[in-house]
C-alpha cells in the first residue's frame, strides 16, 4: 500500500531532475464558468510527460545490484521516454521494447536519451510480454508504466505541489488509462486534504477503467481506438483497481471529438501543446461532463504534449472546418475562358482566402463542357460562410459544400 510518506519521500528523491511545472489559473475557462479552473502543465516536463517522476522514483529505490544489471520497460510513448531518461541519470543501461508499429519520432526519442530499443510485436501486449521474457532471462528490473509502488508515489507528488501552492483547491481532475497517475495523487491528497474530490477521466474509446469502476471489478476491453492514446489501456489491473475505488470519488468519459476540441482550445487560448490523453480533463469542463459548484476550485492535470504531428495537424485542419473558419466547396461551371476568373472574383469580393484549389473535368456527373472546382476557403465564421454561398447563388455558379 502506497502511502503519504512514501509520496513525500519520492518528492525528495526527484527534486532535483524535475521540473517544477507551472500551476496556473486559466482565465479563459474561469471566465466561461462559474468557478476556477487552474492547469497542472505537466506537458512542459522533461520529456514533455509526467511519467518521469515515477519512473525515476522506481529507478531510484533499486539497489546497487540491481542497477547494475539494469533495467527494462515496454512502451510506445510517455513511459519509455521516462524509463530512459531516468536510467542515462544514474548511468545505468536500459532497454525499451517497443511495437514494430512504433513511430520513426518516438524510437528515436527513447534512443536520444541513451536506451536501447527493441522492436517486437505488433501491439503493447505483445511488447510487454517479449519485455518480461529478456527481464527474466538476463535479471533485469521490469519498470512498470503504472503497476508499482514506487512508480505511483513518484506520480502523487503532483498532488504536494498543487496543495502546497494552492490549499483550497475543491477537485482535481485526472486523466486515467492504467490508473497510476490518479491512484498516487489521490492517495496523498486524500491523506493531506480529506474533503478533497478526485474526478477521473478516460476516453470512450478506451473504457476498461472506466466500466470496472462501476462494476467494481476488473474488466477488459476488447479493443481500444482513441486519439488520447496515452491512455489507450485494454486491460484492467486488479490492484490498481482497488486503489481507484478506494481514493478516487468519480469517474467519466469524454470522447475524441470532446478531446479534439480541448486540444484545440489549449493551443488557440493557452498557446501550449496537450496530447489526447492530457486534454481530457479540459475536454470534461468544456463540455460540462463534470458537475461543479459556485466558486468551487477545479485544478485540471494536462499529463502530457507528446502528440504525433499529423494527429495535430488533423485536428486543427478539422477544428477550423468545425468553427466555420475554413469551408470546402465543389463548384460546377462552364469550362470555357474567364470561368474561373468570374469565380475568385467572388472571392475577392467577399473577403474569402483561397487555401487550395483543385480542377477536375472527368467526374461522371458532368455535362460535357462543365468543370467541377474542389476549392478551399478561409472564412471568419458563419456569417461569412453565408456570405459567400449567397454569392455564389447571385451568380448562378451551382455548388455543395464537403462536410
Not at 486534504?193 to 462501476?214: E, L, Y
Amino acid at each position: 500500500m502506497v502511502s503519504l510518506q512514501d509520496v513525500q519521500k519520492a518528492a525528495e528523491n526527484i527534486k532535483e531532475v524535475v521540473a517544477k511545472v507551472p500551476f496556473v489559473k486559466s482565465d479563459y475557462l474561469s471566465g466561461s464558468k462559474e468557478y476556477e479552473v487552474w492547469l497542472k502543465k505537466c506537458c512542459l516536463q522533461n520529456t514533455g510527460a509526467f511519467k518521469i517522476r515515477g519512473a525515476y522514483n522506481r529507478i531510484c529505490s533499486l539497489s546497487n545490484e540491481e542497477k547494475s544489471a539494469g533495467v527494462i520497460a515496454a512502451s510506445a510513448g510517455n513511459h519509455a521516454q521516462g524509463v530512459a531518461f531516468s536510467a542515462k541519470q544514474f548511468g545505468i543501461k536500459a532497454v525499451i521494447v517497443m511495437p514494430e508499429s512504433t513511430p520513426l519520432l518516438k524510437v528515436n526519442g527513447v534512443k536520444s536519451h541513451g536506451a536501447e530499443v527493441v522492436l517486437k510485436g505488433n501491439n503493447y501486449d505483445e511488447a510487454y510480454a517479449h519485455a518480461k521474457e529478456i527481464a527474466s532471462k538476463n535479471g533485469m528490473t521490469f519498470v512498470h508504466p503504472f503497476e508499482d509502488d514506487e512508480v505511483i508515489a513518484g506520480q502523487g507528488t503532483i498532488a504536494l505541489e498543487i496543495l502546497s501552492k494552492k490549499p483550497d483547491i475543491d477537485t482535481i481532475v485526472v486523466p486515467v488509462g492504467g490508473g497510476g497517475l490518479i491512484s498516487g495523487i489521490a492517495i496523498a491528497a486524500k491523506a493531506l486534504k480529506p474533503s478533497i474530490r478526485i474526478v477521473g477521466v478516460t476516453a470512450k474509446g478506451a473504457p476498461a477503467m472506466h466500466d470496472s469502476f462501476f462494476a467494481k471489478t476488473p474488466i477488459d476491453s476488447t479493443s481500444v481506438r482513441t486519439i488520447a492514446d496515452g491512455i489507450a489501456v485494454r486491460d484492467t489491473s486488479a490492484k490498481m483497481l482497488s486503489f481507484v475505488s478506494e481514493f478516487v470519488d468519480e469517474m467519466i468519459q469524454v470522447d475524441d471529438e470532446e478531446c479534439a476540441s480541448a486540444i484545440l482550445l489549449l493551443m488557440e487560448k493557452h498557446k501550449i501543446v496537450v496530447e489526447g490523453a492530457g486534454a481530457v480533463g479540459v475536454a470534461a469542463l468544456m463540455h460540462d461532463k463534470i458537475a461543479t459548484s459556485k466558486d468551487e476550485k477545479v485544478a485540471v492535470i494536462l499529463s502530457g504534449g507528446n502528440i504525433d504531428v499529423n494527429t495535430l495537424s488533423l485536428i486543427i485542419e478539422k477544428g477550423l472546418a468545425k468553427s466555420n473558419r475554413k469551408i470546402k466547396l465543389v463548384i460546377t461551371l462552364i469550362d470555357k475562358p474567364g470561368s474561373l476568373m468570374e469565380l475568385t472574383g467572388i472571392f475577392k469580393d467577399t473577403a474569402a482566402n483561397i487555401v487550395s484549389i483543385d480542377y477536375d473535368r472527368t467526374a461522371s456527373n458532368l455535362a460535357y463542357g462543365d468543370a467541377n472546382i474542389i476549392i478551399t476557403l478561409e472564412s471568419k465564421g458563419k456569417e461569412h460562410q453565408e456570405t459567400i454561398k449567397d454569392a455564389l447563388r447571385e451568380k448562378k455558379f451551382k455548388f455543395s459544400v464537403v462536410e
